[in-house]
C-alpha cells in the first residue's frame, strides 16, 4: 500500500522576473524513490528547496502526513523530517567525518574524539553508510566518501523525505552504482526519497515514480512503468515523438573550401577523479559558420571552452592533442585571446567578471581591450566611462550606470556585461559561447542569436554550447551533441528536436 508522505499543491515562487514555480503539484510515498526531472532552470531546485523550507512560497500548501505545515526555516523542516542533500557539499574539510557529522547533529563546544568516534560510527552502521574510519579528515576523501558523510550529516535526526539535489553529478560510474544501492536501501526501509537530476537513464534505472518539470511547470508524471526513455525525452524538451523536422541550415555554413578558424584536433583528457572528460574530440569551425555543441551539462563543456580558451586546468589530468586558431597553435590564454577568441564562459561568476570590479572596468578585462584602450600605457577614465555608456546601453544592461561594482547587478545583467565585453571585442576572429542567453529574457536571448548570426555574416566562427534545445533550434547551425567527453555529429539537418534530445540524454545519435 502506498501511503502519501508529501503533498505539494499549486506552489508558486517569483524571482524577480523569474517565475521559477508557476503552481506545482506533487507527492511522493514513503518507502518510494520519485525522481524529479527537467531540464537546466526547470524549478528543480526551486522546488525541493522550498520543501526543505529554504525558501517560502508565494502560494500554495504543503502537507506531511497529511497535516499542513509551513517552515520557518530550515531547521523546522529538519525537524519535522525533511533532510536535503545539496548539490554543492557542505563540508568542513579541515574536521574528520566524526567532527562533521556532530555539526550537522547541532553538537556544541569541545568533541571528545574517541567518544565522538564510536557514536558516529553506530550512526552509520544504523543507517546502512559505509564511511569507514569516522576520525579521517574530510579534505582527504574521495568525491563519492564525501557525499556518504553529507547524506550520513542528513540522516543525522529522523527522516521522513530524503531529497538529493544532482547527487550524481560529480560521482564515477561505480560511485553512482553504489549510491543507488544505497538508496534503495533507505526506501525499503520507509524512506521516501526525491533525487533531483537531468539524467534519463538515471530516472528510469532507479526511480518508482517520475515527475517532469518544464518551465515551473509539471509537464508529465508518473509510475515508472509508464514511461520510456523515448517518452520522457519528449517530455523534458516539449517535443511530441515524431515532431517537426529541424529548420533548415544556412547552406554558406557549410562552405568546405575555407580553411577552419577552429581546429580541435583529437582532444582528450581526464579530470582528477581519472574518467575521461574529453574523449578523441575533434571539431573544425570555419569563418562564417555557426557550430553549436549540445549537451546536458556536466558531459565535458566546460573543459571543451577552456580547451578552446588555452587554459590548461589543473583540474584535468593528460591533456592530449591539439588546438588552432586561425592557423596558429593555442597553449596559453594570452595566444587565444591575441589569435582574436572571445569566450563567453560557462561560469560567469568564476570566470566572466570580477565581483568588486567596476562595469567600465570589466569591460576592459580582455587584455587587447585594454591595450587598444591604452595611450602609452595610461587610460582615461572619462572616455573609457562614456565609451562603456553607450556599449552597456547597447546590450541592455541595467542599470547601465559605468560606476557600479559588477556584483551589484543581478545575474542576467551581468551575463549582460560579459556579452558586451566579448562580442563587442575590436578583433574578433571567433566566438566560443557557454549558454550565452542563460539568465536572459526572450527578447535579450532574441537579440543576442540575432548578434551572434551577424558576427557569423560578417566572417566570424561561431561555436555556441548549449544545454537548451530552443537556443539550438534558434541558432540554426551545426548540430553536434557532446555526451559523456564525446562529440557525436553533427547531425543532419533533418534531426528533430526530440531526436536531439536524445542524442544529449544519450540515447544514440539522430537516425
Ligand atoms: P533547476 O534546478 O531545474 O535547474 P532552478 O530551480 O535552479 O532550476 O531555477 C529555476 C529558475 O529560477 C531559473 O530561471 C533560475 O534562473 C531562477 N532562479 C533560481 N534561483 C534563483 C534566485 N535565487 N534568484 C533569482 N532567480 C533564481
Ligand atoms: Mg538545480
Not at 123 to 140: K, Q, Y
Not at 329 to 353: E, F, K, N
Not at 354 to 381: F, I, K, M, T, Y
Not at 424 to 447: E, F, H, I, K, M
Request: proline share 4%; with cysteine.
Amino acid at each position: 500500500m502506498s501511503e502519501t508522505v508529501l503533498e505539494l499543491n499549486g506552489i508558486r515562487k517569483r524571482f524577480d522576473s523569474v517565475l521559477a514555480l508557476a503552481g506545482v503539484d506533487f507527492r511522493c510515498e514513503r518507502g518510494s524513490v520519485h525522481a524529479l526531472l527537467g531540464e537546466n532552470g526547470a524549478g528543480k531546485s526551486t522546488l525541493m528547496q522550498v520543501v526543505a523550507g529554504l525558501y517560502a512560497p508565494d502560494a500554495g500548501t504543503m502537507r506531511l502526513d497529511g497535516e499542513t505545515v509551513v517552515w520557518r526555516s530550515p531547521e523546522e523542516a529538519r525537524r519535522a523530517g525533511i533532510a536535503m542533500v545539496h548539490q554543492h557539499f557542505m563540508l568542513v574539510p579541515t574536521m574528520t567525518i566524526a567532527e562533521n557529522v556532530a555539526l550537522a547533529r547541532g553538537d556544541r563546544g569541545v568533541f571528545r574524539a574517541s567518544q565522538l568516534g564510536k557514536d558516529v560510527a553506530r550512526l552509520a552502521s544504523e543507517r546502512r553508510l559505509d564511511i569507514g574510519d569516522p576520525g579521517r579528515v574530510v579534505g582527504e576523501l574521495s568525491v563519492g566518501e564525501q557525499q556518504r558523510v553529507e547524506i550520513l550529516k542528513a540522516l543525522v535526526a529522523p527522516t521522513r523525505v530524503l531529497i538529493l539535489d544532482e547527487p550524481t553529478a560529480v560521482l564515477t560510474p561505480d560511485e553512482v552504482h553504489e549510491l543507488f544501492v544505497l538508496l534503495r536501501d533507505l526506501a525499503a526501509a520507509g524512506t521516501a526519497i526525491v533525487i533531483v537530476t537531468h539524467k534519463l537513464a538515471e530516472a528510469l534505472s532507479l526511480a518508482d515514480h517520475l515527475t517532469v518539470l518544464r518551465q515551473g511547470r509539471v509537464v508529465g508524471g508518473g509510475p515508472r512503468r509508464e514511461f520510456d526513455a523515448a517518452s520522457l525525452a519528449a517530455l523534458m524538451v516539449d517535443a511530441p515523438a515524431g515532431a517537426e523536422a529541424r529548420r533548415g541550415v544556412a547552406a554558406a555554413t557549410n562552405d568546405v573550401g575555407t580553411a577552419p578558424v577552429v581546429a580541435l584536433d583529437h582532444v582528450s583528457a581526464n579530470d582528477v577523479r581519472g574518467v575521461r572528460v574529453l574523449d578523441d574530440v575533434s571539431l573544425r569551425v570555419r569563418a562564417g559558420q555557426v557550430v553549436v555543441v549540445a549537451g546536458v551539462e556536466g558531459n565535458g563543456q566546460t573543459e571543451l571552452v577552456e580547451v578552446l580558451a588555452g587554459v590548461a586546468p589543473s583540474s584535468l589530468r593528460g591533456l592530449r592533442g591539439s588546438v588552432a586558431i586561425a592557423g596558429r597553435a593555442i597553449r596559453s590564454p594570452a595566444q587565444a585571446r591575441s589569435a582574436g577568441l572571445a569566450v563567453v564562459p560557462p561560469d560567469r561568476q568564476r570566470d566572466g567578471i570580477v565581483g568588486p570590479l567596476e562595469l567600465w572596468e570589466n569591460l576592459l578585462l580582455a587584455e587587447d581591450e585594454l591595450r587598444a584602450a591604452s595611450r602609452h600605457g595610461w587610460l582615461s577614465r572619462e572616455r573609457e566611462i562614456s565609451r562603456a555608456v553607450a556599449r552597456l546601453r547597447a546590450y541592455g544592461v541595467r542599470p547601465a550606470n559605468p560606476t557600479l561594482p559588477v556584483a551589484a547587478l543581478s545575474g542576467g545583467n551581468q551575463q549582460r556585461v560579459v556579452l558586451a565585453r566579448e562580442l563587442g571585442r575590436s578583433r574578433l576572429r571567433c566566438v566560443v559561447a557557454a549558454n550565452p542567453t542563460r539568465g536572459l529574457d526572450l527578447a535579450a536571448t532574441a537579440a543576442v542569436h540575432e548578434r551572434l548570426r551577424g558576427l557569423a555574416a560578417a566572417g566570424a566562427a561561431i561555436a555556441v554550447l548549449s544545454t537548451d534545445l530552443d537556443e539550438v533550434a534558434a541558432l540554426a547551425g551545426d548540430v553536434h551533441v557532446l555526451y559523456r567527453g564525446r562529440l557525436l555529429g553533427p547531425l543532419p539537418p533533418s534531426a528533430t528536436r526530440l531526436e536531439i534530445g536524445r542524442a544529449m540524454a544519450g540515447l544514440g545519435a539522430a537516425a
